[in-house]
């Protein structure tokens, strides 16, 4: 009865927002002496409350004609009512959005791709930087338009049910509830397995909140239903959470601790996708490559940590790591490829690069997030490394995978940063050249220990100048390094029809840019005289011969599967990374 009378508690405090805490803390609550909470008690749990959603967990074993029966209830809340989902923010928001469909699908819900046609509408947030949650606000604006505009249509109507999900309603539950009380739902990302419940309540016109935190929610016993099922590109989450606290960044604050999911539910999804046709897989984490499972029984105990990188919390050891991971996903099927987002540079030990190494099907291209090129500020941004132990593993992972692919991502006008510190910001995007690179200026964020600690002294107007000289300069080398390519033979995945002319189709090669190919060609395998036209899923041999810093053109030549191209290519290994197409055929 204590056990259950704690949770009622905590359920409260969710309404007063000092859950957190004792989320994080993973302390049971005892006593209270908040206010608020106080006068939410007083309000009083009901019989409801001891049989919210969050006690199924408890009651996994019991076969669903025993389950209590006002959860019963709660299945049928659906009621075939259609729901619009709004997603901003990181592939993971994707994900989690195929999570909170497949637990409203089997609730009886529908999906809507017509605003002016749903009964709920979910806006799956992001609270990473400003600029992210002003687009939330005016998107809100908007939505109540649409609402009031219906309500005006028909009296009668049922007001359109609005939900705030995510990153953004971990951070704000009071001001999305309190300021602005046309939201009839808050729902954290732990707490996606709730919405059912939630969205029953407000069909009597309650506010819904769920703002808890978990310590071990992985979603692992729900199989995501995809947006688009006829993509040939899936996402795959592994692990959630992050345990860094670099000090500009909110997400251990939205997303809270770390937690991986077990390898048996991640292969089991990864087949299952096989069996749909997927072709290329994107394993997904806010630290993706600090994975480890520790459900699985093994000796192993080592740490991933790369020398030279720290971190603040205790590293992890035992388990199942991210490279043995790796290694059971590329074994699932060779002709799927397998990328993964998004890593910190302190979890690449060899291992990891060496699996990357041997499987064809693992794409060459690795995210390395430096953040900074100067020791002074990754120190304030405790970041865990120096420029020199960042540029240590950028040449190892260049001596291991040659032709590697480098991503990474780059703040400008942290706390503190003077011209000087930015410049070498500068050279190291010079030394490195990067393929792909994502450049933000530094927006500050409530809860962080930036905020707490330093100042945002860098005027907007200077961060703003400092933004155009990296994306001027990252951009210079990712054209030269795409004009690079001008002449090789890559292996491009057809996603579909190019979205400037239906005459084109538009693929990507292993370093994840985007190839464009005409489509009314057809093709050939290699060895073969059947032709057909290009589809959607089809490895194809293109000669790239146009290039910018974004985008590759290219003729298609023959079609082809990820293990004969990639046998084919290590045949001719030494030559055709760096000669012509014309010189090996
Ligand atoms: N876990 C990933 C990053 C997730 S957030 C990693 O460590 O690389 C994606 C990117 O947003 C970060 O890499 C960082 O470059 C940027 N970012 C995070 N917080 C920010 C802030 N407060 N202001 C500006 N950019 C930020
Ligand atoms: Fe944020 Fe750092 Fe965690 Fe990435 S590693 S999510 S930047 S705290
Ligand atoms: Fe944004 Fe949350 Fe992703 S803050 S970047 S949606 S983890």
């Not at 670099?246 to 601790?257: A, L, Q, S």
């Not at 503190?416 to 690179?437: C, K």
Request: one cysteine or more; charged letters at 25%; hydrophobic letters at 35%.
């Amino acid at each position: 009865m204590r056990s259950i009378s704690c949770r009622i508690l905590k359920n409260n405090l969710l309404k007063c927002g000092n859950y957190k805490q004792l989320c994080y803390r993973n302390v049971s609550v005892t006593s209270f002496a908040c206010e608020k909470a106080k006068r939410n008690l007083l309000g009083g749990p009901n019989l409801k409350d001891f049989f919210k959603n969050e006690n199924l967990a408890m009651q996994e074993n019991i076969p669903e004609e025993e389950v209590i029966p006002y959860l019963k209830d709660v299945k049928k809340f659906g009621g075939r009512r259609k729901v619009y989902f709004d997603v901003y923010g990181c592939q993971m928001n994707v994900n989690d959005t195929e999570i909170i469909w497949s637990i409203l699908k089997s609730n009886n819900f529908l999906k809507t791709d017509d605003l002016n046609d749903a009964d709920v509408v979910l806006i799956i947030t992001c609270a990473i930087r400003e600029g992210a949650e002003t687009k939330i606000w005016n998107r809100l604006e908007y939505l109540k338009g649409i609402r009031n505009q219906k309500l005006k249509k028909s009296k009668n109507a049922t007001p359109m049910k609005i939900g705030i999900l995510g990153c953004m309603a971990e951070r704000l539950k009071h001001k999305v509830l309190e300021i602005d009380q046309s939201v009839d739902l808050v729902a954290g990302p732990d707490s996606y397995k709730d919405l059912p419940r939630l969205l029953a309540l407000t069909q009597n016109n309650q506010t819904a909140v769920n703002v808890l935190l978990s310590l071990d929610e992985t979603y692992a016993d729900i199989m995501p239903v995809r947006l688009n099922e006829n993509s040939i590109s899936a996402f795959v989450s592994i692990m959630r959470g992050c345990d860094n606290m670099c000090t500009y960044c909110i997400v251990p604050f939205t997303r809270g601790r770390e937690r991986s999911r077990p390898i048996s539910s991640i292969l089991d999804e990864i087949k299952q996708l096989r069996d749909q046709g997927v072709k290329e897989i994107t394993l997904l984490g806010q630290n993706v490559n600090s994975y480890r499972d520790l459900s699985e029984s093994t000796v192993k105990t080592s740490t991933n940590l790369v020398k030279g990188f720290k971190t603040v919390y205790k590293t992890k050891v035992g388990g199942m790591r991210f490279a043995d991971l790796l290694h059971r996903v590329a074994e699932v099927d060779p002709e799927i490829r397998i990328r993964f987002t998004s890593p910190h540079p302190k979890d690449f030990p060899d291992e990891v690069l060496q699996v990357i190494q041997s499987y064809p099907n693992m794409c060459k291209n690795l995210h390395l997030p430096a953040q900074s090129g100067n020791s002074n500020v990754l120190e304030r941004m405790r970041r865990g490394y120096t420029r020199e132990a960042y540029l240590e593993l950028v040449d190892h992972v260049r001596r291991l995978l040659p032709n590697v692919a480098i991503s990474s991502d780059f703040i400008c006008g942290f706390c503190g940063e003077t011209d000087e510190e930015f410049e070498d910001t500068l050279s190291l995007i010079e030394r490195v050249g990067y393929n792909t690179a994502y450049l933000f200026p530094y927006s500050m964020r409530e809860k962080t220990t930036a905020h707490r600690r330093y100042k945002d002294d860098v005027p907007q107007e200077v961060k703003q100048k400092r933004l155009d000289r990296m994306v001027e300069l990252y951009r210079l080398h990712a054209d030269r390094l795409n004009r690079q390519q001008i002449g090789n033979l890559q292996l491009v995945l057809i996603e579909g029809l190019s979205k400037r002319s239906s005459a084109f189709l538009a693929g990507r090669n292993e370093a994840n840019i985007k190839v464009i190919i005409p489509g009314e060609d057809e093709l050939s395998w290699k060895t073969g005289t059947e032709q057909r036209s290009i589809r959607q899923g089809d490895y194809v041999a293109v000669q790239i011969n146009s290039a910018n810093s974004q985008v590759l053109k290219g003729i298609p030549l023959y079609l082809t599967t990820l293990s004969d191209f990639y046998r084919d290519k290590y045949l001719y290994r030494d030559k055709i990374d760096n000669l012509k197409y014309s010189s090996i055929l």
